[in-house]
């Protein structure tokens, strides 16, 4: 596996897309979105992309990550036009996998910014929601097609479209992929395309650890593994520090906390569903305007939630690990670790929500007595010490209660009183046992 020169970021500095060799199309998309200077990842990525070589690079959410692969694609498609017979539908030349369809469809929506001047058609398939929608768009014709691996595998398997004529292929969050279960689901794809020699194949991760770099020998053609010049895992921009609370103190900090800081637009992430339901409740008893997210919303509620906490009108969102993989939403100012995550990696995508796009944020981590045991892994795995602070008296302030909740307390025994007695042919209610098999 290759490895970047030590000054290729001494080279990349200042870079400017100007200075590149893209397409006149793509170019005017930069500057319709006024895209001049490149960040870090894409002055680092770019040059070897641009001259056809497989990527895998290590690169945090709101870094440029994605418009550095699209400016790739768009650049190989153009510069070797695919014209299909009159009667074929086009298939797709390039693949993007995903492991959410928040990503999946974030990254979608990228590409037609960029790609506006471009003539090709991107397209996205996703699970849970537009099955026969996305289907028929496919069947119409695809160059770009962005997709998680269930619903791609699924089209794929009925023939919805073929990989025969993939140019390049996209992981992004590979290590997400990992965490989701998805690397089966992605060798099925990639052993189903033409092999590395003949595609180009692009790799980006918050870590390149060592399961990752695996995937990349297995399945990519002498990949450069790419790193900025701070080698760190979490983004420069991010303030971390550390509370250790006792456990009945974490929502009288919490609270103290967001009354103190009034963040304009923070995520505070929990380990269970319950206590996503804990927190919502007492932050909702003590006049904050929240959401939770856990695996058991409904697709149409965390849409709405995620469309008010997008737009500013809902200001606190709470959320498990697994309902919070994959969104990227700007202007999150403030990350609350309520509880430390088991694993580091979850550290590492929890604080990356915030500081996006060249901007600061802070992170705030409790270390209460019962994930206390993550911080030494989490220490270690991002190589430094997060910075502690005092519990003023301040931080702790009197709390109200919520109130019981008449689902929680009554609602059960109420429908099982209404619930009618089950009755015999007679019409008389079953009774004793022997009544019943007397009946029988």
Known sequence: MS????????????????????????????DDLQFETCTDIQALALPAILEGKDVAAQAQTGTGKTATFLIGLFRLLLNSPDEPADDQPRQPRALVLAPT???????????QQLGKYCSLRVLVAYGGTGYEKQRTDIEAGVDILVGTPGRLIDYFKQGVYRLKNIEAVVLDEADRMFDLGFISDIRYLLRRMPPPEQRQSLLFSAT??????????????????????SDEVTADGVRQSLYHPASEEKIPLLIGLLRSLEPKRSMVFVNTRR????????LSANGFQCGALSGS??????????????????PVLIATDVAARGLHIDGVTHVFNFDLPQNAEDYV????????????????????????????????????SIPTAAIS????????????SSKKTGEKGQQRSRRPRRRRRNGSSAGSKGSAE???
């Open 393 to 404: 008296a301040e931080l702790l302030p009197s709390v109200e209660k919520p109130r019981p």
């Open 349 to 384: 995508h929890r604080i990356g929500r915030t500081a996006r796009a060249g901007n600061t944020g802070e992170a705030i981590s409790f270390a209460c007595d019962e994930y206390a045991f993550s911080l030494m892994d989490i220490e270690e795995y991002i190589s430094k």
């Open 3 to 30: 490895h970047p020169h030590s000054n290729a970021q001494a080279e990349a500095e200042g870079a400017r897309f100007s200075n590149f060799d893209l397409p006149e199309p793509v170019m005017r998309a930069l």
């Open 208 to 229: 390149l650890s060592h399961r990752v770099m695996e995937l990349a020998y297995e399945h990519m053609n002498n990949p450069q593994s790419l790193k900025t010049v």
């Open 438 to 440: 007397k009946s029988a």
């Open 297 to 314: 919303v409904r697709q149409s509620k965390r849409q709405r939630l995620l469309k008010a906490f997008s737009q500013g009108d809902l």
């Open 275 to 282: 206590a996503s339901e804990t927190v919502q409740d007492y």
């Open 101 to 111: 369809r928040e990503l999946a469809l974030q990254i979608a929506k990228d590409a």
